[in-house]
T-cell receptor, first 117, second 113 residues
Framework: DAGVIQSPRHEVTEMGQEVTLRCKPI?????LFWYRQTMMRGLELLIY????????DSGMPEDRFSAKMPNASFSTLKIQPSEPRDSAVYFC???????????????FGQGTRLTVV | AQTVTQSQPEMSVQEAETVTLSCTYD???????LFWYKQPPSRQMILVIR??????QNATENRFSVNFQKAAKSFSLKISDSQLGDTAMYFC??????????FGKGTRLSVIA
């Protein structure tokens, strides 16, 4: 398997523009997570899905952020409109979290570095 | 809610020496998992080692080993024979059942030649 695939790897956009980040999880994984990494706040969970259903989006900072998972092999994180403070590295991760004692670690994509100018 | 604390923002070690990174966590759960992830400058998050809380034996992976103290809620990472390629951010993480990983703030490790 190619691992978790994120695109683009780098994105530079102007304030006010819409930004869409994409993620393809590892085949067969039933959980998908979106994290944001900044120097100040570290790794923050934004939202996660189980079997394509959003379970917890309490980490999404504002209504400007939205995430979808239309099928088991694709997810998007959208920011509209973008602001300079959204500049960060955004990670997608997937895992196969089963019964107790069957849980596995999360596998991360290479991240998207977003710069909003 | 679970919290993970890494009290050492930065550390350095001489090549070939041993270094220990600290991690403490707070939980009322009995069954859970702990992880150390490495993030080199390439920013890829790489799993270094994992520990199941129900196992008393400390996990080891080649030069990497942990000291898991369940009662003290402590989970330190020891890197033996440090190599230049070990230079990275190291994140301690907690996992309970089917909830997302909770990360510490990270420790930036520099291995000096």
């Amino acid at each position: 398997d190619a691992g978790v695939i994120q695109s683009p790897r780098h994105e530079v956009t102007e304030m006010g523009q819409e930004v869409t980040l994409r993620c393809k999880p590892i085949s067969g994984h039933d959980y998908l997570f979106w994290y944001r990494q900044t120097m100040m706040r570290g790794l923050e969970l934004l939202i996660y899905f189980n079997n394509n259903v959003p379970i917890d989006d309490s980490g999404m900072p504002e209504d400007r952020f939205s995430a979808k998972m239309p099928n088991a092999s694709f997810s998007t994180l959208k920011i509209q409109p973008s602001e300079p403070r959204d500049s960060a590295v955004y990670f997608c991760a997937s895992s196969l979290v089963g019964r107790p004692r069957r849980s596995t670690e999360a596998f991360f994509g290479q991240g998207t570095r977003l710069t909003v100018v | 809610a679970q919290t993970v604390t890494q009290s050492q923002p930065e550390m350095s070690v001489q090549e070939a020496e041993t270094v220990t990174l600290s991690c403490t966590y707070d939980t009322s759960e009995n069954n859970y998992y702990l992880f150390w992830y490495k993030q080199p400058p390439s920013r890829q998050m790489i799993l270094v080692i994992r520990q199941e809380a129900y196992k008393q034996q400390n996990a080891t992976e080649n030069r990497f080993s942990v000291n898991f103290q369940k009662a003290a809620k402590s989970f330190s990472l020891k890197i033996s024979d440090s190599q230049l390629g070990d230079t990275a951010m190291y994140f301690c993480a907690f996992l309970r059942g089917n909830t997302p990983l909770v990360f510490g703030k990270g420790t930036r490790l520099s291995v000096i030649a």
